[in-house]
């Protein structure tokens, strides 16, 4: 569109791609590879899942040569000769007992052990000695090539005929000075001919602009290829001296870096709270362990998980390369058992590491007294599951699978799905591991030095832009104050001075004998993401944000809880109901529903959690909206299919709950209605709050309405449930879970 040809080659000098495609409609932009044209037949042929041995190598041939005569005789269909067919024969393998399999293409030597290792490393950062390798399928890839590229023409002989009279120019200013640029109908372009820059491209969706030392060449599909004539002087070279334009380029790469690796980690895992909910998160620290950026996954892991990266670098000041560790110590960056981080150093150049990534995900249960380890009841932490204190889970690329073992069948209550508790770890090693590709090639690309030094400067950009939204709030101190539904306070000061604030809880109340006690990770995460709220620029969340904020919390209370103290639900409901007072002490939000509305249920085999979306408190402008996560949770809630395809349940109801907003001039979003029917005895789970205090409006509007549990027995009997409870479900029961409103903004002027 308008300025995509100049965006075009802005982007091409800055990242040193040679050539760009404008397709001939919206002006959409897209890398383009030399190279010859292929025409492509793959087939596959399932396998009985049987060892990677000789004798079953040989016992596939048949099966090859059969998908070889099918795909040979179809690219010859194409009019391809048979000297211009070539065949490759692969497998899909895996190790015995995981469930990604890798692709491999048959070696010369038809010896499948080393590169299949090898492959598994350089994917997953790990081998895994002594687990023998299974056969899943056999593939076979047919391929007639030509020797044309069928998609660009050659350069024109006659590729300057647009001089002399009737051709057009205007003066355009660009790079400090004018230029005489040459104006030219895109329609009017003939296939195969070379436009030097300067050039002004007109269509009809916009204007092209050609920089100077760019060619355009149009193929007869009417596509336009920017090309860059690039020497090794015009190569991208990167300061270590911050500007603009670079700045925006790495924090899109830092951020990339970091949604890559979510990528990797949902196709790699298997449980329903990764794959499906997406309740993990992942980031790029620096050399000391600091947040630089992330992607956009879940409030409360992201603040927090700095300190578990410190931690780990305290434990283990000798990493060396191929080594990851794990952790999930509330008390120590965690958030709380469930949650289990794994970090990898990242080595260049030194033999200290030069950068950290790491990724949290919530695994289905650790253990603890309750299937899902999300306890209404507990009152310690090991009745949460098993606590891992920066252990390490890989050395030198092999995996301990003997201390996993060990670690999550201790205690009094181990985890009860060993199977699923390995795989996901497996799938945390291997997004990192593809985080640790990524910043390799960054580096190879950059520099070493270009990248810390924007590392820093992106955390300095995030500490001026919440300098600059704290200019815009006047100065003075905000106070705030909500409870948890059994009264224990949470207070909140907000001194405001300049570009500098002073967030201050100490007069929130005393640690709660049960398990809703916040770790002090978590209420970092909270302020974190409400001040990185403020900033109006799209910029990573990172520890930057924080350098204007001086954090005061209270130790041994309900937000800085003794060593040993439940946390669970801190976690889940307390972070929320923090993020509701702060933004209520600057005016900017009614309540939200305020609660993470966990559900867990399972038995002896296997534990299912969940969390359910509700209302959104509405702000200046703008009413809430209805039926979403809110604030520190930003996970899915299952699909019904998945839900019931994996899990013994139906839902018999998942509804908008209408009219729970609260009224106003903007109106609080609803809460939702999930009405689970169990289909066996389970055990039940539901760790709540805004059950008796509802989500405050602001301004005037009006509160939410409260969420609701109900138990409704098989036999018609109906029993209301408080915000924290379990029971044993028989078959038949149902669970009725109500969820809360918004709160409103603002006079309802009707």
Not at 118 to 124: A, D, I, K, P
Not at 473 to 480: N, Q, S, W
Not at 581 to 607: H, P, Y
């Amino acid at each position: 569109g308008g300025a995509g040809g100049q965006h075009a080659c802005a982007v091409a000098r800055q990242l040193g791609i040679q050539k760009i495609l404008i397709h001939p409609f919206a002006g959409v932009l897209s890398a383009y590879g030399m190279g010859v044209a292929d025409t492509v037949w793959e087939g596959s042929s399932p396998v009985s899942q049987v060892p990677l041995t000789r004798s079953n190598l040989a016992s596939l041939n048949t099966q090859f040569e059969e998908l070889v005569i099918q795909g040979t005789n179809l690219i010859e269909s194409e009019g391809f000769s048979l000297d211009s067919i070539g065949v490759q024969r692969k497998l899909d393998l895996r190790y015995v007992g995981t469930e990604t399999p890798i692709t491999l293409v048959e070696p010369e030597n038809g010896e499948y052990e080393q590169p299949f290792a090898e492959m598994h490393h350089q994917l997953y950062g790990y081998v895994r000695e002594g687990r023998p390798i299974e056969i899943l399928q056999c593939r076979v890839e047919v391929t007639g090539k030509t020797t044309d590229d069928p998609t660009i023409f050659k350069q024109s002989k006659d590729q300057d005929r647009r001089t002399g009279e009737g051709v057009k120019y205007s003066r355009v200013y660009f790079s400090g000075e004018f230029h005489d640029a040459r104006v030219i109908e895109r329609s009017n372009l003939i296939p195969g001919e070379s436009i030097a820059g300067p050039t002004l491209i007109l269509e009809s969706i916009g204007t092209i602009w050609l920089e100077p030392g760019f060619d355009a060449i149009l193929d007869e599909n009417g596509n336009l290829f920017i090309i860059w004539n690039q020497s090794d002087e015009d190569r991208p070279s990167f300061s270590t001296e911050s500007d603009p334009v670079s700045l925006e380029v790495f924090n899109n790469l830092f951020m990339s870096v970091a949604e890559q690796m979510g990528n990797v980690l949902r196709r790699t895992s298997v449980s329903t709270n990764i794959k499906e909910r997406l309740d993990f998160s992942c980031a790029i620290f620096d050399q000391q362990g600091r947040l630089v950026a992330n992607a956009p996954h879940i409030p409360v892991h992201l603040g927090a998980m700095g300190e578990t990266v410190r931690a780990v670098l305290e434990s283990h000041p000798r990493m060396q390369k191929g080594d990851v560790y794990v952790s999930n110590n509330p008390f120590r960056g965690g958030s709380h058992l469930p949650d289990i981080t794994v970090v990898t150093p990242v080595f260049y150049s030194g033999t200290k590491p030069a950068f950290y990534v790491a990724s949290r995900a919530h695994h289905a249960d650790v253990g603890g007294i309750t299937p899902g380890s999300i306890p209404s009841f507990s009152t310690s932490i090991e009745e949460e599951g098993i606590l891992l204190d920066n252990v390490r889970l890989v050395t030198k690329g092999v995996f301990e699978e003997e201390i996993f073992r060990n670690l999550f069948s201790s205690g009094e209550h181990p985890a009860r799905n060993l199977t699923d508790n390995l795989a996901d770890l497996q799938a945390q090693i291997a997004s990192n591991r593809a985080g640790v590709r990524l910043l390799e090639e960054m580096v190879e690309r950059y520099s070493e030095d270009v990248v810390q030094s924007y590392m820093g400067h992106v955390r300095e950009n995030a500490s001026r832009q919440v300098r600059e939204a704290l200019l815009r709030i006047p100065d003075g101190t905000l106070t705030f104050e909500d409870s948890l539904d059994d009264g224990n306070p949470i207070r909140v000061s907000i001194q405001v001075d300049g570009d500098q604030a002073i967030v201050d809880f100490t007069d929130s109340g005393n640690e709660d004998p049960g398990n809703l006690n916040a770790p002090r990770a978590v209420v970092h995460s909270a302020v974190l993401y409400v001040f990185r709220c403020l900033v109006g620029e799209d910029i990573p969340l990172n520890e930057g944000c924080l350098n204007p904020i001086e954090i005061i919390v209270p130790e041994r209370s309900l937000l800085d809880p003794s060593a040993g103290r439940a946390v669970v639900g801190g976690n889940v409901e307390t972070s929320q109901r923090v993020v509701d007072v702060l933004l209520g002490a600057m005016g900017i939000a009614a309540a939200s529903q305020g609660t993470m509305n966990n559900i867990t249920f399972g038995d002896e085999n296997f534990g299912y959690y969940e969390t359910l979306a509700g209302g959104v408190g509405a702000c200046e402008g703008y009413s809430g909206a209805s039926a979403v996560h809110t604030h520190m949770t930003n996970t899915r809630v299952t699909d019904p299919e998945i839900l019931e395809t994996r899990h013994p349940v139906r839902l018999d109801q998942f509804t908008i709950r209408r009219g729970s907003g609260g009224g106003g001039q903007y109106q609080g979003g609803d809460g939702l209605i999930r009405q689970y029917r169990f289909l066996k005895a389970l055990d039940v789970s539901i760790l709540s709050q805004r059950r008796t205090v509802s989500p405050f409006g602001l301004f005037g509007g009006k509160g939410g309405q409260t969420g609701k549990n109900t138990w409704v027995l098989k036999n018609g009997q109906i029993k209301v449930l408080g915000p924290l409870c379990s029971f044993q479900a028989a078959e038949g029961d149902q669970l009725r879970i109500e969820t809360p409103g918004g709160g409103g903004f603002g006079q309802d002027l009707d």
